[in-house]
């Protein structure tokens, strides 16, 4: 009888038997489709730590009890950008564990500003849109609406709008006119200015846009720190939060991507530009994100660092986000790597502490 361990033999079952795959591929999309996702995680306040700690977000309303409570919450509350990587790392099983580009997100609200830990998610998307892709034939565009609910309540924790191509199981037949859904332009001219707040207040910001208003200047900095992605960030935090795409922990698989190796979770990156940029500001809560687009690869050994740019600060209130000691303040951050490389944006709004 054969062995079947002998590399020989064993080579030849591998040949011959079927792979039972994990995912779905372009074509078992339609728009309007509704899937639920199993399993949600239990949030914890362990796992936000731990998230925080490695990419660098030090808010202590997040941390430190007395702190939350100065906030008016009784306890530290998850960190948002704990939340949004759970949310969408429960997702990705269903929608995106066959691989393809993570093009963009839009529309993502916080519906709670303060979501405490124990909180048992439960995540849904539905299909929003389709469409071929001809500069990529072995992929489709899909877009999802996805949205965490307390599975408890049913209330609405987080939600947004997410574009992907998805493996197809046949690839399209070319045009040849090599289009390309990178998306985001490069913007008409540079101001001949840029100018910085003097602090991370909100009045700080309304100071400092005030004095652009009149020049050809903007308001855009860039910040000190830089964190380089290594295992824990590219493979281990994706991991801990559900997410099983093989882009961030299969090295065999991504041997012959056109990344050449295991890629950061893009919201891992995210977290670090925000981190960045957050520890440059007196944040109160966030309050929404808009047209976030992932430019390029990330992979193990790359530092990332910030830059922001400030596109308004004004009084509006957020309803459950009302803060009355803050003003709403607008962004716009980049992060970028050692070599000066883009590889996210997206436009941030977020309560931002008042001096007096």
Known sequence: ???????????????????????????????????????????????????????????????????????GHDEPPVHPDYLLACVMGASVEDLSEKGGYFLGRDGLRYHDPAVSPGTELRVESTVEATRESSSRPEFGIVTWETTGYDADTGDRLVSYNRTNMISRREPMASDGSGETEASGGSEPGLPDELLTPDGGYFEDFREVLDRAADRDAAVAYRHERGRTMDDTTVAALPLATLNTAKQHHNADVMADSPSGEIVAYGDVTRSVALAHARSDEETVCEVTCDDERFHDFVTTGDTIYGFTRVLDANEADQPGHSHPQSGEVTFRHYAFDQTGRPVYSGTRTALIRKRT
Not at 34 to 59: F, K
Request: glycine share 6%.
């Open 1 to 71: 009888m054969t062995e079947w361990t002998d590399p020989e033999a064993f080579a030849q079952l591998l040949d011959r038997a079927e792979t039972k795959e994990k995912g779905n591929c372009f074509e078992d999309f339609a728009a309007g489709d509704t899937i639920e996702h199993d399993p949600g995680l239990v949030l914890s306040r362990r796992a936000s730590e731990c998230w925080m700690g490695q990419t660098l977000n030090y808010d202590p309303t997040y941390w430190r009890p007395s702190v939350a409570k100065s906030a």
